[in-house]
């Protein structure tokens, strides 16, 4: 069973640091994309950043760029995305999703990706 288990939400105070992780469980992150989502209550669902294990590319929404850095790890099981200067509009749970292919699987549609985390919150106080 491919799953996808996320870690490292929490509370923080604005300007502050998270890391979340990712962790695939049932097979390997190897020819995936790995997507960050995240949805704060009243709004559609966001992807923030998307790393291609094939190329090792990332891509970032503007909203975190500078902020947020995605990254994987040698195991190829496990991606982390570290928050830095976090603010209070950051605030939303977070969702990992994987789904096969390259670059251009981090501009699919959250609707593409067939394996998902359960979802972490993450708040940031003011």
């Known amino acids: 069973q491919l799953q996808l288990v996320e870690s490292g939400g929490g509370l923080v105070q604005s300007g502050g640091s998270l890391r979340l992780s990712c962790t695939a469980s049932?097979?390997?992150?190897?020819?995936?994309?790995i997507s960050w989502f995240r949805q704060a209550p009243g709004k559609e669902r966001e992807r923030v950043s998307c790393?291609?294990?094939?190329?090792?590319?990332?891509d970032y929404a503007d909203s975190v760029k500078g902020r947020f850095t995605l990254s994987g790890d040698n195991d190829k099981r496990t991606v982390k995305l570290q928050m830095n200067k976090l603010k209070p509009e950051d605030t939303a749970v977070y969702s990992c999703?994987?789904?096969?292919?390259?670059?251009?699987?981090?501009?699919?549609?959250?609707?593409?990706?067939?394996?998902w985390g359960q979802g972490t919150q993450v708040t940031v106080s003011s």
């Open positions: 049932g097979f390997t992150l190897n020819y995936y994309a």
């Open positions: 999703a994987a789904g096969r292919g390259g670059d251009a699987a981090c501009r699919m549609p959250s609707t593409w990706y067939d394996v």
């Open positions: 790393l291609s294990s094939t190329s090792g590319n990332t």
